[in-house]
């Protein structure tokens, strides 16, 4: 059973350019999330996208979007890259109809991850 | 927002002792407070999770303990192993997951 898968798992890009990343969810799950990971951190919540839009959004700036495709795969887009968007970036994937009743939170399965270096 | 704070940000302890991880956070609507080991070039992995409505879940080595009065929840591994090096992040849950700022844990074999 393939876990959720990422790619690319390294890249390099310069200022002011722009990155897309792919992420294909767990086997029978229907939610990703995504997540940026700076060095020495706790992954940082970006969004997360059910039945092809967008649900909830962290703290992040609309350089950053996303897309959800009808086999539940995602991307992930940033543009303007920035010296700082320099992180891990990590895919979550998680069955909606699995939420808690009680707590209202899914049990999210990451990805590897796909390194982004920004110079 | 959640403010999630960890300690220790490091942790090493010899073969076969026991470890605590203790996790503090703000918003008294979180429910749902998982702990994660990420070991090196992976992404964090599900290792236990307790809900509100219990103070205490054990699994094998590995026991969650929940204090929601003051706020804390704590990871408690014993008779640690080598394996058991890695980073861990607790991820209290309200509206979403906010992870603490993590604890590397190194057994010492």
């Known amino acids: 059973d393939a876990g959720v898968t990422q790619s690319p798992t390294h890249l390099i890009k310069t200022r002011g350019q722009q990155v897309t990343l792919r992420c294909s969810p767990k086997?029978?799950?229907?939610?990703v999330s995504w997540y940026q990971q700076a060095l020495g951190q706790g992954p940082q919540f970006i969004f997360q996208?059910?039945?092809?839009?967008?649900?909830q959004r962290g703290n992040f700036p609309d350089r950053f979007s996303g897309h959800q495709f009808p086999n539940y795969s995602s991307e992930l887009n940033v543009n303007a890259l920035l010296l700082g968007d320099s992180a891990l970036y990590l895919c979550a994937s998680s069955l909606a109809t699995f939420v808690s009743t009680l707590t209202g939170a899914n049990v999210l399965t990451f990805g590897a991850g796909s390194r982004l270096t920004v110079l | 927002g959640e403010n999630v704070e960890q300690h220790p940000s490091t942790l090493s302890v010899q073969e076969g002792d026991s470890a605590v991880i203790k996790c503090t956070y703000s918003?008294?609507?979180?429910?749902?407070f998982p702990w994660y080991k990420q070991e090196l070039g992976k992404g964090p992995q599900l290792i236990i999770d307790?809900?509100?409505?219990?103070g205490e879940k054990k699994d094998q080595r590995i026991a969650v303990t929940l204090n929601k009065t003051a706020k804390h929840f704590s990871l408690h591994i014993t008779e640690t192993q080598p394996e058991d090096s890695a980073v861990y992040f607790c991820a209290p849950h309200g509206n979403q997951f906010y992870f603490g700022t993590g604890t590397s844990l190194t057994v010492i074999p």
């Open positions: 307790i809900r509100s409505n219990v």
């Open positions: 918003d008294s609507a979180s429910n749902y």
């Open positions: 086997s029978g799950h229907d939610t």
């Open positions: 996208y059910y039945e092809e839009e967008e649900r």
